[in-house]
């Protein structure tokens, strides 16, 4: 078992890195999404920040509801 688990992680980590994670040239990109309309940064942190606060609250009421059920 132990053996299997080792061959499995020496296969991850000696395999060649994904076409996603290599490195793409700035001139490419720009290409690619060249077209998209300007973005204003302090909508998309607020946004964000919005987004994060809903899921941290979900979480806690989630898991408080489960220590009451749990009483």
Do not use: C, N, W
Request: charged share 25%; aromatic share 8%; proline share 7%.
């Amino acid at each position: 078992m132990q053996q299997v688990a080792l061959a499995a992680i020496d296969a991850y980590v000696h395999q060649a890195a994904p076409a996603r994670r290599q490195a793409v040239p700035v001139p490419e990109l720009m290409t690619l999404f060249g077209d998209l309309p300007p973005i204003d940064a302090q909508k998309f942190r607020a946004d964000v920040d919005q987004i994060a606060d809903s899921e941290a609250y979900s979480d806690a009421y989630e898991r408080a509801r489960q220590e009451t059920a749990g009483e």
